[in-house]
């Protein structure tokens, strides 16, 4: 990644924290008159441009694992990661009755389309899978999946009723209370 600039930052953002890098960015631009562009999506998705040249100057992933890979391939500043925020992966929904605290939705005959995000390039995608198969209903769901590329775009498919439920951040899913939600881990 290259220098900052002063002045003007170009921000790669992991997309379950879009939400606050706004917040972020705002207070920033408001206090100091400094701006952040900023980039939402998936870390790996990231990654890959990044070492293809793409010119980030901060990127805020959702894993340690890929900031780590860019650190030691010398396209990172050595000794500048650091962990911003610990992410928590929930079951949504837009129907405040449809989830339940231990996620019995799953198991419904009922149920219709589940949304989580690309395990290859979102490490909330990774966990999904891990919770269906920790539950053992990864061979029950599966024909019910649809995937998104990033978490944004797994919670787009949920808040617009594409999908029924759909593993996302709970960063995205915070402050919607007449929407339901189980913790996921």
Not at 165 to 172: E, H, K, N, P, T
Request: glycine content about 12%; some cysteine; overall charge positive.
């Amino acid at each position: 990644m290259r220098g900052a600039a002063a002045g003007e930052a170009q921000v790669a953002v992991a997309a379950n924290f879009a939400e606050p890098i706004k917040a972020i960015a705002a207070v920033l631009e408001k206090t100091t008159g400094h701006t952040l562009k900023i980039s939402t999506g998936a870390s790996g998705a990231f990654y890959t441009q990044i070492r293809n040249g793409a010119p980030f100057d901060v990127f805020l992933s959702a894993d340690n694992e890929r900031p780590e890979m860019l650190e030691r391939d010398g396209l990172a500043q050595p000794g500048t990661r650091f962990t911003y925020a610990t992410g928590k992966l929930v079951l949504w929904s837009v129907k405040a009755d449809r989830v339940d605290a231990r996620g019995e939705v799953l198991r419904s005959a009922g149920l219709g389309k589940v949304a989580f995000a690309n395990p290859k390039t979102a490490p909330y995608g990774e966990a999904a899978l891990q919770v269906m198969q920790r539950l053992g209903l990864s061979a029950a769901v599966a024909p019910k999946l649809v995937q998104g590329e990033s978490i944004g775009q797994t919670f787009a498919f949920v808040k617009t009723g594409n999908a029924d439920v759909g593993f996302v951040a709970l960063s995205r899913a915070s402050g919607r209370p007449a929407e339901g939600r189980a913790r996921c881990g």
